[in-house]
Nanobody
Framework: QVQLVESGGGLVQPGGSLRLACAASGFTFRLYNLRWYRQAPGKERELVAGITSGGGYTNYADSVKGRFTISRDNAKNTVYLQMNNLKSEGTAVYYC?????????WGQGTQVTVSS
C-alpha cells in the first residue's frame, strides 16, 4: 500500500523555522521525483519546491527562494522541507507529492500556521 505521511507542521511565529518531513512507503522511492505543495485557505494549491530522483536538481517558487530548502534521504525514504524566516503568507496545508511518468502519489498534508 502506497503511503506518504507528512509531519512537522505546527504553529510558529513570523521569522521562525520549521522542518517538514514526508515518509514514503509502498513504492520505489528512489525512482520518483518529489515536490512540496501548499494550499492556503481560499487559494489554489501551489508548488513550493521540487527535487529530482537523485537529488541533483532542485527548484523553488520565487516566493520561498533563499528561505526554504528541499532535500531527500533515499535510504530513509523521506523528503524534507526546511523552512526558515517564515512569513504569515506561509500559513497553509503542506503536501508532499511523488511523481514520475507512470503516475504520482500524494500525502494527506500537514498544517503550518505562521502567526504571532
Amino acid at each position: 500500500q502506497v503511503q506518504l505521511v507528512e509531519s512537522g507542521g505546527g504553529l510558529v511565529q513570523p521569522g521562525g523555522s520549521l522542518r517538514l518531513a514526508c515518509a514514503a512507503s509502498g513504492f520505489t522511492f528512489r525512482l520518483y521525483n518529489l515536490r512540496w505543495y501548499r494550499q492556503a485557505p481560499g487559494k489554489e494549491r501551489e508548488l513550493v519546491a521540487g527535487i529530482t530522483s537523485g537529488g541533483g536538481y532542485t527548484n523553488y517558487a520565487d516566493s520561498v527562494k533563499g528561505r526554504f530548502t528541499i532535500s531527500r534521504d533515499n535510504a530513509k525514504n523521506t523528503v524534507y522541507l526546511q523552512m526558515n524566516n517564515l512569513k504569515s503568507e506561509g500559513t497553509a496545508v503542506y503536501y508532499c507529492n511523488a511523481y514520475r511518468f507512470s503516475g504520482d502519489f500524494w500525502g494527506q498534508g500537514t498544517q503550518v500556521t505562521v502567526s504571532s
